[in-house]
């Protein structure tokens, strides 16, 4: 009688999903569906919009990160109309980015991920959250991440309008200026959040890497994957968030390809099954060979781990230092270890945080000249950066009035989608062995999908109190076997 | 008496209305003491089964944003109303039907086939679409249903009260949940928001001629906008006469002009049709050639108009 | 097609169009007949709403240019008119289903040639599409 498990909703992501698990006669797992239950429709509903609307509109596609929609989006304007933005308006726009990727990823970490090993994987739900996180290491930590995430969005809302949603971004520039004023309390933002970046890597180093329990479950083959790795990456081969290069590097580390985003479409195919709204992203030129990690594989990951792989080193000097560290402890470049996100997504925040404070400091961040007015509307914008969660690609084609007439829009997540569905049939196959289902194993296997942060740091203090997750293991007739509660 | 149990759910939801509640910070801490959280999809562990097995009524308060386009969110739309007492729609997707409501002037068939079979980097030779049921491997995959169209809450459930934004603005939420939670509440269909339109509070205001007369309507990245005058006054297109006040010109103030996500004034049902009536009056033209040469520069009324209204216009709101 | 009889709603102002003339006595021959006084009171609202209703086109009959009573109600109603119609394409809705005229028949005789000329227009245009109807079908449809 095989037997099936539901996990419905899926919470503390964005976007809505479920994960089916299919069991053998023995209980072993036979095979594991991540499904994503939703579709919006974007690309379309956005056409006979005018251009200069889609960074408004684009942003609503996720409110957790509408940033790198938002800049992505009117990168691809700058393309449209052949516009080069000036010096000021280039450091305006990356200190809102920077500003929201530390924001995000932070929030990610202390939220989502520490209590799986501040607190522990398999401790009692109850505690496995932001308060026992807290109860560990302190009120005070709480405190400093409100702080720093109020501050943060305090750069967006200036900069960009409302952090949920930021509406600002015009080809060629930015609609305002920044002020010595403002430099001022946005450089001590600055200080603080390298200050706070430090202090969690080293909270992780203390609590993850210190731990051999941990340090083995962060190495553990289960959550191991071995694929391609995409990121975007500079005339040096240095990690850039905002522009440059997409390169590519295989499983062993070798460079695959090295391209401008306007040739995304040659790389990236995308692939649809039946089950699941989410495209299947894949490397093109290899084409579409399955959900596995074999020498076959055409499969590859964005996001932190896969940034880290890609790039040569780090923009700036505290983050490259932190950089040299993980990869001589995780042994090998590039590094497989899915639990090294969280990692490596600290030292991102790092990275961003060290460029907040480099822009906060440049003179030439209040200059009034942030408009660089030369528009030559074009057929074609392409716009790419790297959003917290992966490469996010923009393409929009325009007629002579300037409205769109096609976009198309390749997500981060979608990226990631099929190693998702691998990584957590991996988890499953090994912590689900034998009919007797294991309470502890739904975090476990959580903890494979927890990782790449999937289009959602989920922006908010999880709660004290009840965590219930209810399984319900059915028969292949669909009647109840049996339920496991955990609460 | 057990604290008042509130639960906060997405629908078709971005997720930037449950990021707004999470900016209200420390105040957060205290509202989740004072109250149970009995389920919030993004953040909490809570499933909807949970839920279901409550009493009708049992939950105080649900928050719910998002709009409902699929047969999952209508089911949780209509099992919260069940089990709650007052229903806020909070967010413009919930009050208005949201941005992605622009998709009601387009096709689930022309969204299904540009997804998944058009696109230039799609690659399906087998012609494969997502299915309400699929089966593989002897076992049944479901997804949930795709509508034809993007509906605002209240054309699925009744809803008590309303908050508008894209998304809500941190203070007017406190307003909202303390208003709730100290049983301080207007009458049940207002909105939670003040009355009047934007312009009331704009600093842009005191810079509007008498009577502004325009002989081009402007957009805005083709110009540089002066950021102390009326938009209107400079020629570009600003829904500020027509939109409920409330937002604290988060968009005037990065001097971008207003798109209308706080909805309706109190009182209008439909402020794009408003909004018209707003355009023609600071139009200088008479003749029938001049009033078709400006019109035509006006080059997306619907998207403008509506941007985040559209099922809720009159030519979409149901019934 | 021979089946569809189209519905015009037709607004007319006071000033200049039928004042001649007994309202009570015109009136059975003109279907949806709105007199009113000024054209400018016509919100793009009432132009909606009529659509909403089942209309399948609206006639504006308004007092000529420079002679209305209010001085430019006539002009606004002409580019709220033009607005509307821009509006409605996104809709499906054709440009020729609002037609504005400004103009004086103190008899009110042209009235009804002008609303029969407009109807014989929509019948070839057919039925207006009534998008709120289609899209209420299409919950969980096409």
Not at chain 1, 283 to 309: F, H, M, Q
Request: net charge neutral; hydrophobic share 40%; with cysteine.
């Amino acid at each position: 009688m095989s037997k099936r498990i539901t996990i419905n909703p899926l919470t503390r992501l964005e976007g809505h999903g479920k994960i089916e698990v299919f069991l053998d006669d023995k209980g072993d797992v036979r095979d594991v569906y991540w499904q994503v239950v939703e579709l919006r429709g974007f690309e379309r509903f956005c056409i006979g919009r005018p251009v200069e609307e889609l960074p408004r509109i684009m942003p609503n596609i996720c409110g957790v990160c509408p940033t790198p929609h938002n800049m992505a989006s009117v990168k691809a304007l700058d393309d449209l109309y052949g516009v080069e933005p000036t010096p000021a308006a280039k450091l305006i726009r990356q200190l809102h980015y920077n500003a929201f990727l530390v924001e995000d990823h932070l929030l990610h970490f202390y939220i989502l991920s520490s209590p799986d090993f501040v607190v522990g994987p398999t401790a009692d739900p109850a505690e496995r959250n932001i308060v026992g996180v807290v109860q560990k290491v302190g009120l005070e930590i709480g405190g400093k991440m409100i702080d720093v995430r109020r501050r943060c969005r305090a750069i967006v809302r200036h900069i960009a309008s409302k952090p949920a949603h930021p509406e600002g971004g015009l080809p060629g520039g930015v609609s305002m200026g920044i002020s010595e004023d403002d430099r001022r309390w946005m450089r001590e933002t600055a200080d603080l959040c390298v200050q706070f970046c430090q202090f969690s890597l080293q909270l992780f180093r203390q609590v993850v890497l210190d731990n051999k329990e941990y340090l083995n479950l962060v190495l553990n083959d289960a959550y191991k994957l071995d694929t391609y790795y995409m990121g975007q990456v500079d005339e040096n081969n240095r990690l850039n968030f905002y522009e440059g290069k997409i390169r590519i590097v295989g499983p062993k580390g070798e460079e695959y390809a090295l391209f401008d985003c306007h040739d995304y479409v040659d790389y990236i195919g995308e692939w649809v099954e039946p089950w699941t709204y989410i495209r299947l992203t894949h490397l093109k030129k290899i084409g579409w060979k399955g959900l596995n990690e074999d020498e076959t594989t055409s499969l590859y990951r964005v996001g932190p781990l896969a940034r880290l792989n890609v790039a040569d080193g780090m923009l700036t000097p505290l983050a490259q230092k932190e950089f040299e560290t993980m990869f001589a402890v995780l042994g090998s470049k590039p590094a497989h270890h899915t639990l090294a996100y969280h990692w490596a997504r600290l030292i991102e925040a790092l990275q961003a945080a060290e460029h907040m404070q480099r822009i906060a400091n440049d003179p030439l961040l209040t200059s009034k000249d942030i408009r660089n007015m030369d528009l030559r509307l074009g057929k074609v914008g392409i716009g790419c950066v790297e959003a917290a969660r992966g490469t996010l690609i923009h393409h929009y084609e325009a007629d002579v009035d300037g409205r769109a007439t096609k976009v198309n829009l390749i997500v981060a997540t979608q990226h990631n989608a099929a190693p998702i569905c691998l990584s957590v049939k991996k988890a499953a196959r090994e912590f689900i062995k034998g009919p007797q289902v294991r309470e502890g194993f739904l975090n476990m296997v959580e903890m494979a999908f927890r990782a790449y942060d999937p289009c959602l740091g989920c922006a908010t203090h999880a709660l004290p109190g009840q965590m219930p997750l209810i399984v319900n293991i059915r028969d292949s007739e669909g009647s109840l076997l049996r339920t496991i509660q955990r609460s | 008496m057990g604290k008042p149990k509130v639960a906060i759910c997405w629908l078709g939801s971005c997720g930037g209305c449950d990021e707004t509640i999470v900016d209200i910070n420390e105040v957060l801490l205290r509202v989740a003491g004072a109250v149970d959280i009995v389920l919030w999809p993004v953040a909490m562990d809570f499933k909807y089964d949970s839920v279901k097995r409550m009493k009708n009524g049992e939950i105080a308060v649900s928050v719910v944003s998002g709009h409902v386009r699929n047969s999952e969110q209508e089911e949780i739309a209509k099992l919260l109303r069940k089990k709650s007492q007052l229903i806020l729609a909070f967010g413009a997707c919930a009050c208005f039907g949201g941005t992605p409501g622009l998709a009601n002037l387009t096709t689930k068939t022309d969204i299904l086939n540009w997804v998944y079979r058009d696109a230039p980097t799609v690659v399906n030779p087998d012609g494969n679409y997502p299915q309400a049921a699929f089966r593989v491997n002897g076992e049944e995959l479901t997804l949930p249903e795709f509508y034809g169209r993007v509906f605002p809450l209240n054309a699925i459930i009744d809803v008590d009260y309303y908050l508008p934004g894209c998304p809500p603005p941190p203070y007017l939420v406190m307003y909202a949940l303390s208003g709730m939670l100290e049983n301080k509440l207007p009458a049940r269909g207002s909105t939670l928001a003040p009355h009047r339109a934007l312009c009331d509070s704009c600093k842009r205001n005191k810079s509007k001629p008498d009577r502004i007369s325009i002989r081009e309507i402007k957009r805005i990245h083709e110009v540089e906008a002066d950021p102390d005058v009326c938009f209107l006054a400079q020629g570009i297109i600003c829904l500020g006469p027509a939109t409920r006040d409330g937002c604290g010109e988060s968009c005037m103030n990065i001097n971008i002009p207003c798109r209308g996500c706080f909805g309706p004034v109190e009182g209008v049902e439909d402020s794009g049709a408003k909004f018209i009536s707003t355009v023609a009056s600071i139009l200088d033209a008479e003749s029938d050639e001049e009033v078709v040469r400006i019109v035509s520069q006006m080059i997306d009324p619907v998207g403008y108009l509506y941007r985040f209204l559209l099922p809720a216009s009159i030519l979409q709101k149901k019934g | 097609m021979s089946k569809y009889k189209p519905k015009l709603v037709c607004f007319s102002c006071k000033f200049s169009w039928g004042y001649l003339t007994d309202e009570d006595a015109l009136s059975p021959e003109i279907e949806n007949w709105v007199p009113l006084i000024c054209t400018g009171k016509i919100d793009a609202t009432h132009m909606l709403e009529a659509f909403k209703a089942g209309a399948d086109g609206i006639l504006i009959l308004g007092c000529p240019e420079g002679n209305c009573h209010y001085q430019d109600g006539n002009y606004e109603a002409r580019k709220r008119v033009y607005l509307v119609r821009s509006l409605l394409e996104s809709f499906g809705i054709e440009k020729e289903r609002i037609r504005i005229e400004l103009s004086t028949d103190p008899e009110g005789k042209r009235i009804r040639e002008s609303v029969d000329d407009m109807k014989r227009k929509l019948a070839k245009l057919g039925p207006a599409k009534k998008k709120s109807e289609e899209v209420t079908k299409a919950r969980g449809g096409k």
